[in-house]
């Protein structure tokens, strides 16, 4: 059996407006699932407001409170059943392959009509849904669920006692619920339940009444609600009231459980080939059940239901539901002739199922065999059959003969016997041609004669058939042909003829080959060339050969439409009224000439409205009559035998425009103003077949004659600049496009107004040191007004200058500059009109100085300071500062952080002059000067030593200022290596010692080493880091020298590897021996031990030595034999033996193994006549070999007496000295 998993389902019930779910004594049922099936997991979904209590394995009791899904195993996939109660409905919802079983209330449910006895469950509709419904316990549940109830149920006041809805849980299927062929549907209920019920209720609500009168109180009053649960809970029923109330439904439920265990197995009567009788007797009262007392009636009997199931693989096999039903018979049909068959009986009672009962045996009786299979046709000739078959199964009785029928050949339904006997083939000869005949086969046994076999037709061979006529040609296309021919002349229609269509193309050289092969009579050849003449013939065949080829006929394939035109183009210039389009004839012609070419034009791109502007032979045309500036589409196709070619893709053709006509002249917009003017214009009446694309604005200049443009571009509006005020100017414009300008218009005069003054020439700056600079300009035309202040602008950026100075100076001077930065400064004038606008931008750069202070100074980091490949000077300051630390491990040092220390800063700013050099200062030694460095490491210093330094950056104007001081300490000296020892060695592992300390690590210890071995790639591998001063190497292969090395380190550092050291493992030693194996044959024994295999090529021989009496132990024998016979032994003598194994080696001394444990010889002794049979047995057991005590038993009670010792030792100093 498999994993099985336990899940206690308990009813719910409905107080009020709360819904709770509370468990009943009678109300539990258990679900085991047997897990060897696929599981698949049913949610049971509770809704808000309701809580659903299970009982887990461990016994302990959950509340699960909605809303929740509490999940339940299906082991073969189907949908576990759930119990409705009254009232409430079942819905099974699925989303995304997960079902969910919904228990909902009803809209509307009438209390009074229903029991809240928990109904069976009917049958389920297959036997692997008896997993969910296995035997039924009657679980306790804890005090705490009931302690609200000190009343009992009819206490409670009836507006509680109507919402009462006992809550089901069922595990159901989705398929059809009604019981199968020969089960007859439970009962929702029945009248005998409901009187059991009432009694029970009757005597629950005595006991209760008893208690809740002597309680004090606790009993609830009509008018008032029940107390809360948190509140009853304190406050407990009494005991006797739990025990007495429902206690006494537990008693009765157990008597009802005892009763349907006591089920007497069935009864087998009638037993047949395939079916068989089965009747048993309803499980009867025991002594122990309760009678009805004085005045009561007697309860009625309980309605029992019976499931009968069956097992073929034994009494302990897989049993499967047969039967189930109220009947106290059953008879079981589709059973299997002369087969073994267990089956036992289970009763059931409402929701309890008793243990089933023990299976009874029978065999049911053999019959005649089954009906066989058509036989089949082995082989045969045009006179001849040879047919076979299987032997079908015999149901108990060996199969004697087979009866073999036929029709003989007359197609009638009547059969004639043709073999009888045991064969499984038989053949029929004198048969005639090409015909058909029918036969059926039946099996005899001693028990009968089978059904006859299904009638299978079989058919002899006929001879070649004739020459078929020529084929016929049913259609052509391009690539294919379709052929038929015809059955040939005076074949019988019997005869299976297939064809074999043979074909040759024209030219090819390979002769006819086949292209079909088959029964039909047409035939479609494809993957053809097109216009090519093909040859076919067709040969007809049997089973007897093939017939001689038919006259040959010729098909040719119809030729391809053409391709379309090639190299679509316009020859020359396109015109703007006409241009002449030219093509070349197509690359593939389709097999046939082309016979004429159609051009066809469309206005625009849209391809709507296609005309056909040629229709010929030749290979161009003009196509005239356009618009100028329109653009066209031209396409070209070509018609031949094969049909129309393909389109070409359309061309597109642009005819060229025309410039456009004249403008009218510009209008001036709103209010000339003193330096600009606003113009519109509106867009030339004549286009010239192309859209304007930009306007040309001449302007004329009092008294000038020539124009100047100062407009171009394609808005209709424009603001003409840089004039100057209370001037007349001359406007005219013109229009154009693709083809060029138009025309100008007439001249507008337009006078300007008065404005703000002139832009200022460039100002002029001169730089008095390198943080102060002044600033110098000149008074611009000021347009009529006198200029009443000035604006000057400065900053480091051109696109981000500030008003700096506002005045009427023209001078300014500016302070607190950096040295070497570029400034960008501009001047405006501003008069009574207006501002007028900046002067140029001028660049100016202040002198160079020394450099800025150094900032940002760190330590290097050891990984910093390791070597990383030829990397000593090269990678200098752009060295990264993140590096792994695997890289760490693996780099040496190239400076000690004991002897050195790393700096690194960055680079202050040289304000224009480079860095050329930095001075380290030291403090009290001499400063050090370095090149253009960012990073530099100050070698020979004192180990464990602070020192103060400053960094000061120079360059050829001087040196800057020094940074901060800051602190650096150099690290101690690190350890050196210590001396590694080899203490002990075997053949698999080395035990390594260094130092001076003790072998397991104190909390204070500060140095640490590092144990290194070689691989065999020449790498070193870390074997053990850590403060301890030994190390044990395991794991390793005998006589193999292993390279070691050892380092030591602390806080100041990893010091340097040892030198390498070399140790070899020796060889391995042979294996201990069992005991030996001792027999007495008269005056001589022979002694035996076991074989071991040669150990890497070594041989090994084995050494035996016998000890007689109390002397020492002598070796008698040495050599590769695995016995040895020792003669001549004294009868009064005890001898004791031991073997060992010995490993000679080819370049070594040999290797002696551990000996083996002593076997003991014992002396025989002679019995005297007066000795009893108590005393021979003895002397037989003494003389059986006594086996000595072992090595590893000897140590092993040595450290236990020493341990009893310390033990008896340490108490008695406790019970003594102590107290």
């Known amino acids: 059996m498999g994993t099985e998993s336990e899940t206690e389902v308990q009813r719910m019930a409905v107080l009020g407006e709360t819904r709770s779910w509370s468990p009943k004594p009678w109300q539990f049922r258990r679900y085991n699932c047997d897990f060897h099936h696929k599981s698949e997991v049913i949610l049971v979904q509770v809704n808000p407001g309701e809580s659903f209590t299970i009982q887990r394995d461990d016994g302990q009791f959950q509340c699960i409170t909605g809303p929740a899904q509490v999940p339940?195993?299906?082991?073969?996939?189907?949908?576990?059943?759930?119990?409705?109660?009254?009232?409430?409905?079942?819905?099974?919802?699925?989303?995304?392959?997960?079902?969910?079983?919904?228990?909902?209330?009803?809209?509307?449910?009438?209390?009074?009509?229903?029991?809240?006895?928990?109904?069976?469950?009917?049958?389920?509709?297959?036997?692997?849904?008896?997993?969910?419904?296995?035997?039924?316990?009657?679980?306790?549940?804890?005090?705490?669920?009931?302690?609200?109830?000190?009343?009992?149920?009819?206490?409670?006041?009836?507006?509680?006692?109507?919402?009462?809805?006992?809550?089901?849980?069922?595990?159901?299927?989705?398929?059809?619920?009604?019981?199968?062929?020969?089960?007859?549907?439970?009962?929702?209920?029945?009248?005998?339940?409901?009187?059991?019920?009432?009694?029970?209720?009757?005597?629950?609500?005595?006991?209760?009444?008893?208690?809740?009168?002597?309680?004090?109180?606790?009993?609830?009053?009509?008018?008032?609600?029940?107390?809360?649960?948190?509140?009853?809970?304190?406050?407990?029923?009494?005991?006797?009231?739990?025990?007495?109330?429902?206690?006494?439904?537990?008693?009765?439920?157990?008597?009802?459980?005892?009763?349907?265990?006591?089920?007497?197995?069935?009864?087998?009567t009638d037993i047949q080939a395939r079916g068989v009788s089965l009747s048993w007797v309803a499980p009867s009262r025991t002594e122990g059940d309760d009678k009805p007392k004085e005045g009561e009636k007697d309860p009625a009997e309980p309605s029992f239901t019976y499931e009968v199931s069956v097992s073929y693989s034994g009494k302990d096999g897989k049993y499967k539901s047969a039967y189930s039903d109220v009947e106290l018979s059953a008879t079981l049909q589709d059973l299997r002739p002369a087969t073994d068959y267990h089956v036992r009986v289970q009763a059931m009672c409402n929701c309890l199922q008793g243990i089933p009962s023990e299976p009874v045996s029978f065999t049911t009786l053999s019959c005649e065999p089954d009906k066989p299979s058509p036989p089949r046709k082995a082989s045969g000739t045009k006179s001849s059959l040879v047919l076979q078959w299987k032997a079908p199964c015999d149901n108990g009785s060996k199969i004697q003969n087979y009866i073999l029928q036929w029709d003989e050949g007359k197609g009638t339904d009547t059969f004639e016997q043709c073999y009888y006997g045991p064969q499984k083939q038989y053949r029929l000869t004198k048969l005639s041609t090409a015909s058909r005949y029918s036969f059926r086969l039946a099996a005899k046994n001693d028990m009968g004669v089978s059904e006859f076999s299904e009638v299978v037709h079989i058919m002899t061979s006929c001879s070649v058939p004739a020459p078929p006529l020529s084929p016929?040609?049913?259609?052509?296309?391009?690539?294919?042909?379709?052929?038929?021919?015809?059955?040939?002349?005076?074949?019988?229609?019997?005869?299976?003829?297939?064809?074999?269509?043979?074909?040759?193309?024209?030219?090819?050289?390979?002769?006819?080959?086949?292209?079909?092969?088959?029964?039909?009579?047409?035939?479609?050849?494809?993957?053809?060339?097109?216009?090519?003449?093909?040859?076919?013939?067709?040969?007809?065949?049997?089973?007897?050969?093939?017939?001689?080829?038919?006259?040959?006929?010729?098909?040719?394939?119809?030729?391809?439409?053409?391709?379309?035109?090639?190299?679509?183009?316009?020859?020359g210039k396109p015109h703007p009224t006409s241009f002449r389009l030219t093509w070349d004839p197509p690359k593939d012609n389709g097999g046939s000439d082309v016979t004429k070419y159609v051009a066809e034009l469309s206005?625009?791109?849209?391809?709507?409205?296609?005309?056909?502007?040629?229709?010929?032979?030749?290979?161009?045309?003009?196509?005239?009559?356009?618009?100028?500036?329109?653009?066209?589409?031209?396409?070209?196709?070509?018609?031949?035998?094969?049909?129309?070619?393909?389109?070409?893709?359309?061309?597109?053709?642009?005819?060229?425009?025309?410039?456009?006509?004249?403008?009218?002249?510009?209008?001036v917009i709103g209010k000339p103003k003193a330096r600009e003017v606003q113009l519109r214009w509106a867009p030339p009446l004549v286009d010239g077949g192309s859209a304007v694309s930009s306007y040309s604005v001449e302007m004329f200049a009092p008294q000038m004659e020539e124009g100047r443009e100062v407009y171009q571009g394609s808005e209709v509006d424009c603001t003409v600049g840089s004039l100057l005020p209370g001037r007349t100017y001359g406007f005219r414009l013109r229009a154009a496009n693709k083809a060029g300008y138009g025309p100008f218009s007439e001249r507008s005069e337009v006078t300007t107004g008065p404005g703000a003054p002139e832009a200022c020439r460039p100002p002029h700056v001169t730089c008095k040191s390198p943080t102060c600079a002044v600033i110098s300009w000149e008074t611009p035309s000021c347009n009529g007004a006198a200029v009443s202040e000035y604006r000057l602008e400065w900053g480091a950026a051109e696109g981000s200058m500030q008003m700096c100075y506002t005045g009427a100076a023209l001078s300014h001077e500016m302070r607190g500059l950096l040295p070497a930065t570029n400034y960008f400064c501009r001047v405006q004038a501003v008069n009574v009109a207006g501002v007028g606008p900046f002067s140029d931008a001028v660049l100016c750069q202040t002198p160079c100085s020394v450099p800025a202070p150094v900032s940002n100074v760190h330590a290097l980091r050891e990984s910093e300071m390791r070597v990383e490949g030829c990397r000593t000077t090269e990678r200098g300051v752009d060295e990264d500062d993140d590096e792994d630390e695997e890289d760490e491990q693996a780099r040496p040092l190239l400076y000690s952080p004991s002897t050195c220390l790393g700096l690194r800063w960055e680079a202050p700013c040289d304000h224009g002059s480079e860095i050329t050099s930095y001075l380290i200062d030291l403090g009290e030694r001499q400063p050090i000067l370095t090149g253009p460095v960012t990073k530099y490491i100050i070698q020979n210093l004192q180990p464990d030593t602070t020192y103060r330094i400053r960094i000061q950056a120079l360059n050829i104007l001087g040196a800057g200022p020094c940074s901060h001081t800051f602190k650096l300490k150099t690290k101690p000296l690190p350890p050196?290596?210590?001396?590694?020892?080899?203490?002990?060695?075997?053949?698999?592992?080395?035990?390594?010692?260094?130092?001076?300390?003790?072998?397991?690590?104190?909390?204070?210890?500060?140095?640490?080493?590092?144990?290194?071995?070689?691989?065999?790639?020449?790498?070193?591998?870390?074997?053990?880091?850590?403060?301890?001063?030994?190390?044990?190497?395991?794991?390793?292969?005998?006589?193999?020298?292993?390279?070691?090395?050892?380092?030591?380190?602390?806080?100041?550092?990893?010091?340097?590897?040892?030198?390498?050291?070399?140790?070899?493992?020796?060889?391995?030693?042979?294996?201990?021996?069992?005991?030996?194996?001792?027999?007495?044959?008269?005056?001589?024994?022979?002694?035996?031990?076991?074989?071991?295999?040669?150990?890497?090529?070594?041989?090994?021989?084995?050494?035996?030595?016998?000890?007689?009496?109390?002397?020492?132990?002598?070796?008698?024998?040495?050599?590769?034999?695995?016995?040895?016979?020792?003669?001549?032994?004294?009868?009064?003598?005890?001898?004791?033996?031991?073997?060992?194994?010995?490993?000679?080696?080819?370049?070594?001394?040999?290797?002696?193994?551990?000996?083996?444990?002593?076997?003991?010889?014992?002396?025989?002794?002679?019995?005297?006549?007066?000795?009893?049979?108590?005393?021979?047995?003895?002397?037989?057991?003494?003389?059986?070999?006594?086996?000595?005590?072992?090595?590893?038993?000897?140590?092993?009670?040595?450290?236990?007496?020493?341990?009893?010792?310390?033990?008896?030792?340490?108490?008695?100093?406790?019970?003594?000295?102590?107290?």
């Open 72 to 268: 339940m195993m299906s082991p073969n996939g189907s949908v576990p059943q759930i119990y409705v109660p009254p009232g409430y409905v079942q819905q099974i919802i699925e989303e995304n392959g997960v079902r969910r079983v919904l228990v909902l209330p009803q809209t509307e449910f009438h209390p009074g009509g229903h029991s809240p006895l928990h109904h069976p469950p009917p049958p389920p509709p297959h036997a692997h849904l008896q997993a969910f419904i296995p035997h039924p316990h009657i679980m306790h549940p804890p005090p705490h669920l009931y302690s609200g109830m000190a009343g009992g149920t009819g206490d409670m006041n009836p507006q509680y006692i109507s919402q009462y809805h006992p809550a089901h849980t069922t595990i159901y299927s989705e398929q059809d619920t009604h019981p199968p062929h020969g089960r007859a549907a439970f009962a929702h209920r029945d009248e005998r339940a409901s009187k059991t019920y009432e009694r029970l209720q009757k005597k629950l609500k005595e006991r209760q009444g008893t208690g809740g009168g002597g309680g004090g109180g606790m009993a609830l009053s009509k008018d008032s609600p029940p107390p809360s649960p948190q509140k009853s809970r304190g406050t407990p029923p009494s005991g006797g009231d739990l025990q007495n109330g429902l206690g006494e439904l537990d008693e009765e439920a157990k008597a009802l459980q005892e009763r349907l265990n006591s089920i007497c197995k069935p009864v087998v």
């Open 472 to 571: 016929e040609l049913i259609q052509s296309g391009v690539t294919w042909l379709c052929v038929r021919w015809y059955r040939p002349a005076g074949s019988p229609k019997e005869d299976e003829i297939s064809y074999v269509l043979e074909m040759e193309e024209e030219g090819s050289g390979y002769g006819f080959q086949a292209s079909y092969d088959g029964d039909d009579l047409s035939h479609t050849v494809r993957n053809l060339h097109r216009s090519t003449t093909y040859r076919f013939r067709v040969v007809a065949y049997n089973a007897e050969g093939k017939s001689n080829p038919s006259g040959v006929s010729e098909f040719t394939t119809a030729p391809d439409r053409p391709g379309c035109p090639c190299r679509l183009a316009v020859k």
């Open 603 to 667: 206005e625009g791109f849209s391809g709507c409205s296609w005309n056909q502007v040629y229709s010929g032979s030749a290979v161009e045309c003009v196509c005239d009559g356009l618009s100028p500036g329109c653009s066209y589409q031209a396409r070209v196709h070509c018609i031949s035998a094969g049909g129309e070619s393909p389109l070409t893709e359309p061309l597109q053709v642009q005819t060229p425009p025309v410039p456009p006509g004249p403008c009218q002249p510009p209008r």
């Open 976 to 1219: 050196l290596p210590p001396r590694l020892e080899c203490t002990a060695s075997s053949h698999q592992t080395l035990r390594f010692k260094w130092g001076e300390g003790p072998a397991k690590a104190q909390p204070t210890d500060s140095l640490q080493y590092h144990l290194q071995m070689e691989d065999k790639s020449g790498r070193f591998i870390s074997l053990y880091k850590g403060p301890c001063h030994t190390h044990k190497v395991q794991r390793l292969n005998e006589s193999t020298s292993y390279a070691f090395r050892i380092q030591a380190f602390n806080e100041a550092g990893e010091g340097p590897f040892s030198t390498v050291y070399t140790f070899t493992t020796p060889r391995s030693p042979p294996a201990p021996l069992k005991a030996p194996r001792v027999e007495r044959v008269d005056e001589s024994c022979e002694v035996s031990w076991e074989t071991l295999p040669p150990m890497k090529g070594d041989p090994v021989i084995y050494c035996l030595q016998s000890m007689q009496g109390n002397s020492e132990f002598k070796q008698i024998y040495k050599g590769s034999a695995t016995s040895y016979q020792l003669p001549n032994l004294s009868s009064s003598t005890e001898y004791r033996f031991r073997v060992c194994a010995i490993r000679q080696c080819q370049d070594a001394p040999e290797i002696i193994g551990p000996y083996s444990s002593t076997v003991i010889l014992l002396p025989p002794r002679v019995d005297s006549p007066g000795v009893s049979g108590t005393t021979g047995s003895k002397a037989a057991e003494a003389q059986k070999p006594k086996r000595s005590m072992t090595d590893e038993q000897f140590s092993f009670l040595i450290i236990a007496l020493l341990a009893v010792t310390s033990i008896l030792i340490a108490v008695a100093i406790q019970y003594f000295v102590i107290e």
